[in-house]
Structure formats: C-alpha cells, structure tokens
C-alpha cells in the first residue's frame, strides 16, 4: 500500500530492516505529508518502533531508503544527521526524564544541540533559553511543577514535561514510541489531546505508534496498520470503523495464546496511580 505525494515530508521506499535472522521490518514504503497526524498501529513486535528509528536515523535499513526532510538518512554523514535529528524529537513510552533534576531542567535538556559546553545546574544556562523552557511547560500546564523534582511527578505529568522538552527542539516532526502505553485511560486522553492541539498549533508532522485501536481512531489523520513487519492498512482514520481496523490484530490470531495476547495488549486499563 505505497502512497506518494510531492509534499511528502517522510518517503520510505522499500524498507526491509534484518536482526541477524529475525526481519523486523518487510519492504515498507509509506510517505507522510507535512503537517498530517499518523499512527502507526500494531502489536508489539509488528515492527512499529524499529520504523520510528529507521525515521529518527537510529536504525539503518538492510534494504531500501528513508528520506526525511528531504535528505537520504542512509546517506548522511554523522555531523549532518546530528543536524537533522535536531529537526526531528521523539516521545517515549517510558518518558526518558533525569529523576533527580528539576521539571525545567529536563525540558532545557531538549536545547541541548543549541549550547556549546555542558551545562552544569540551571544557573549555566542562558536566561533566553529558561524563559523558553518556562513557557513550554506553560503551554502543557505544568508551569506550576517547574521547580520540583522530575520524579515527584505521576506519569501523566511526566510524559507532559517529555512534550515540552520536545518543543524546546524546535522540530519539524514529532515522533512518538508507545507514548500513553503506561498511562492510565484518563492520563492518554489528555496526553494526546494535548499532542494534537500543539501539532496543530505549530504545523508539526506527527507520526506515533500506538496498539490502542479507539484511541487511534479518535486521534489521528491516518492509520497504518502494521503486522509482522509488513504494512497490511493505510488508510484515513475518518470513516474507518473499529471492526477494520481490529482485522490489523485478528489476522494474527490462530491460537487461544494469542488471542489472550491481543486482549492483553488492547486493554484500556493502565497501571494503578498513573495520574494526569
């Protein structure tokens, strides 16, 4: 299922990435146009992750070529994808803060490509770049948390203050692993809200992994199925009905196993006293 178009911001043309015998990924080819919200929907092990990496230049592909921002990432020099992944920022599921610095030094963490030097305790760094960091945590509602401590957060908190970390980036595509998978039903409502408003807001291509089917629905411009490593759906999220986008997952199942497996991984539960 290849769709082109000439605005496209991400191309991926027949990507197939190897891990020594396991193929994770199987001549994808998917191009995302500036400014669209994709999901990328999936069990885990479908391949979803290791796409995002190949799009973020932390994976290279066995086979085929990932162009982002108009720039052959196989291709690039360290220095020059460095400069590109400055343009890309990435959410993840486990929120990657520094528990012992404070809220507002973590987001300023997401500057870090625009200082020379370390930066040694928030007095080192330039008053400029602090007022930046304060009003991104502004524009998440955590102005209040800026100075406590990244681990007296819940984790709905915490993947927020990961938001506007990744605001500080100034990026251009905004990339998101599983980002609510450890948050409570209430906490990923807000989460993605939120990420939608701000891309909407700043322009951002989004492209975000989720196993979720309602929530995909409800949030994103576009699903693409994946299975097995294998695109098996892109299609527009608006008229796509949950029974659909559910054959993603039961296509897979031949087994009671997995079928427990499915349910699993498509529970709204999320883990006691994740908070917003």
Known sequence: MNRTTTSSIITITGLTKD??????LRAVHLSVTRGEVVVLLGLSGSGKSTLLRHIDGLEMPTEGDVTVLGQSVPSLRPAALRSLRGQVAMIFQQFELVPSLTVVENVLTGALARVR???????????????????????????HRAYNRADQLSGG????VAIARALMQ???ILLADEPVASLDPESSDVVMSLVREI??????TVVCSLHQVDLALGWSDRIVGLRHGEVV????????SRERAMEIYGHVSVSTSEFAAIESELS???PVGAGS
């Open 233 to 240: 759906l892109d299609t527009p999220a608006k008229g796509l």
């Open 157 to 160: 908190q915490q993947q927020r």
């Open 170 to 172: 100034s990026p251009e």
């Open 199 to 204: 891309a909407a807001e700043r322009g951002l």
């Open 268 to 270: 709204v539960a999320g």
């Open 19 to 24: 891990f020594g015998e396991t193929r994770a």
């Open 117 to 143: 030097g370390p930066r040694l305790g928030l007095a080192t760094w330039p008053r400029n770049l602090k007022q930046e960091a304060l009003s991104h945590l502004d524009r998440v509602g955590l102005l």
